[in-house]
């Protein structure tokens, strides 16, 4: 157990819906991270939240946004969905204080899998 | 554009067999590369491998990073059918703090 929390473990929703997936950090982490995955795709970075605030952004699409709360915990909105949005999504955290300073490990949560249909 | 590529895609063996997966990367600015395992679900770190030539150890795994020629192994000695998953190469490079993934490796051992 990585000690990151995701909620749900699975979603199924029908096209056109919007969908929220909520995450918890490990204890006393800053960092949240959120990553997709897909069977064609691998694992993809989508967003990175630092004690709040944005800090970097990866192939994210408009459809999708994040952000992070005053109690660390992270929420990542699925608008508009689409069949192609069916993957597994991860959330990670670690304890990076700075980007471009040291490497921090990341520590992954279980996933939430989200179904279209 | 950062590149992560592993291989074999996958890999059948069987118990007692030792195996060796690989890990090349072309990125901007690396900084650190890192395994994981993943079987069900979340990926669960095995190393973090940030300078060359330095074996890290952990039971039956090792992992060994070349700066130089840009890769890394992964081997596994004695494979168990717990060892069953797929592995997962990820690199940190540039001045953002995101993995760039490899599309992994998957090991399949039976007894």
């Known amino acids: 157990d990585s000690g990151v929390t995701q909620t749900p473990k699975h979603l199924i929703t029908a096209t056109g819906q919007r969908v929220t997936l909520r995450c918890s950090p490990r204890?006393?982490?800053?960092?949240v991270y959120w990553y997709q995955q897909s069977l064609d795709q691998g694992l993809q970075f989508l967003i990175q939240?630092?004690?709040?605030?944005?800090?970097a952004k990866g192939n994210i699409l408009e459809r999708f946004s994040a952000q992070q709360f005053p109690d660390l915990h992270s929420e990542l909105n699925l608008s508009s969905l689409e069949l192609g949005d069916s993957a597994l999504y991860f959330c990670?955290?670690?304890?990076?204080?700075?980007?471009?300073?040291?490497?921090?490990?990341?520590?992954f949560g279980p996933g939430t899998r989200l179904t279209v249909l | 554009e950062d590149k992560v590529v592993q291989s074999p895609l996958s890999l059948v063996v069987h118990e007692g067999d030792t195996v060796t997966l690989n890990c090349s990367y072309e990125?901007?600015?690396?900084?650190?590369l890192l395994w994981y395992k993943q079987e069900k679900k979340a990926p669960t770190f095995l190393f973090m491998l940030?300078?060359?030539?330095i074996e890290k150890k952990s039971g039956r795994l090792s992992s060994i990073l070349d700066k130089k020629e840009l890769f890394s192994i992964l081997n596994i000695t004695a494979t168990q059918t717990g060892d069953s998953a797929i592995y997962l190469c990820?690199?940190?490079?540039?001045?953002?703090?995101?993995?760039?993934f490899g599309t992994g490796t998957r090991l399949q051992v039976f007894p």
């Open positions: 940030t300078s060359s030539g």
């Open positions: 939240y630092y004690n709040g605030e944005e800090r």
């Open positions: 990670a955290s670690s304890s990076r204080r700075s980007s471009g300073g040291w490497s921090d490990t990341q520590y």
């Open positions: 990125v901007t600015n690396f900084r650190s």
């Open positions: 204890s006393g982490d800053l960092s």
């Open positions: 990820a690199v940190e490079a540039g001045w953002t703090d995101k993995l760039i």
